[in-house]
């Protein structure tokens, strides 16, 4: 009689977990079905499929997009792989619309996109290395320069480079880092805090005219390492204009000869260089060096802003020395992101 009395409460003598099955199944059965027979599904979709290509070419030959007009090949070389979120878009009405040629469409933008961020997806990382470097663009408006430097000295980083550092707030940097580094110098509007020695600090000019940018060797224990900190120009987009890059992109040819011409044989770049690792403009540095994130990191590791990452601006980047892993830290006062990464150095390096 329980036994009776179950099945008939739960609709005709079926219990409720074994008629789920069926019904999920008549409803896959008839979503399927509307597209047998359907000569339709081959001619409608055009408009999308005509989308997805169009899409899978911008990412594909986003280098060939040109800068002459607002910089625009640059503006989509920044927010490339935001343009992977139109994928299940273009699926999801693929399949609103029942269209087998948009389906089979949106499979280039998304073999692109893999083949150019899939990489990315996965943690790189490990456990080796034997010096820790961090940046952080600490915001000349920051409401707790203090408190930042705290944050950021808590890391664990060896070698930690600030930029947009405003005068009066120098000297509460100095005293709120000096328990954690020994030896800093302070360039303009670039600093290098150090658990190591450093020598031959000096400004770089990168044709500003104002100091934004500064090297200096550090003597680690496994060998000197020259450590260039920057701050590229910051770049706008107006709707007048485009996206107004031209300063930027002349200060970082100016950082790329200066890079080249570096006499100490293993090299790290700190700073906000205003631009991404795809950013064609950025080549003259980006062609001599790797970004520990690329290489050692996991994900995008996207640096601004802050209060909802969208690209990676903030770079540690190196030259004859092995990233080992890569990634941002916690978020402070600023409206950037702080990112670190250990690398290995070779003991064997020679310089001056």
């Known amino acids: 009689m329980a036994q009776q009395a179950y099945m008939t409460e739960t609709d005709n003598g079926g219990s409720g977990p074994e008629r789920r099955g069926p019904r999920l199944r008549r409803l896959v059965k008839r979503f399927l079905g509307g597209w047998r027979g359907d000569p339709r599904i081959w001619r409608r979709g055009i408009v999308l499929a005509v989308l997805a290509l169009l899409l899978a070419l911008v990412m594909l030959l986003h280098s060939r997009i040109p800068n ?19 994928v299940p878009v273009l699926l999801v009405l693929g399949l609103v ?13 998304a073999i692109v996109w893999l083949n150019l961020f899939g990489g990315l997806l996965t943690d790189k990382s490990g456990g080796g290395g034997d010096l820790v470097v961090a940046t952080h663009n600490v915001n000349a408006d920051n409401p707790d320069p ?7 000295a808590s890391s664990g980083a060896d070698v930690l480079a600030l930029e947009e550092l405003k005068a009066s707030a120098v000297p509460v940097y100095e005293k709120a880092l000096a328990p954690t580094y020994k ?9 290098l805090w150090s658990k190591y020695p450093l020598s031959g600090s000096r400004a770089v000019d990168i044709k500003l005219g104002w100091t934004r940018a500064m090297r200096a060797t550090v003597t680690t224990p496994a060998g000197p390492v020259a450590v260039y900190v920057a701050h590229l120009p910051s770049v706008r987009v107006k709707l007048e204009a485009g ?20 006499t100490v044989e293993q090299v790290v770049l700190l700073g906000d260089l205003n631009g991404t690792m795809n950013d064609r403009a950025l080549n003259a540095v980006t062609s ?29 980047m190196v030259k004859d020395i092995e990233p080992e892993s890569s990634w941002t830290l916690p978020r402070t006062g600023s409206d950037h992101l702080p990112v670190a990464a250990r690398v290995r150095v070779t003991t064997s390096a020679t310089g001056s």
Do not use: C
Request: charged share 20%; hydrophobic share 40%.
């Open 68 to 86: 002459r007009v607002g910089n625009l090949g640059s503006l989509t070389e920044t927010f490339l792989p935001w343009l992977g979120l139109a």
């Open 97 to 109: 619309r029942r269209s087998a040629t948009a389906l089979i469409a949106v499979l280039l933008p």
């Open 146 to 152: 203090s408190g930042t430097a705290r944050d950021v």
């Open 183 to 191: 030896y800093h110098s302070v360039q303009g509007t670039v600093g």
């Open 243 to 262: 996206f107004t890059a031209r300063q930027r992109d002349k200060s970082a040819d100016a950082l790329g000869e200066a890079i080249a011409d570096e």
């Open 288 to 316: 001599q060096m790797r970004s520990t994130q690329g290489a050692a990191g996991s994900g995008f590791g996207f640096s601004w802003p802050a209060s909802f990452p969208m690209a990676r601006i903030d770079q540690i």
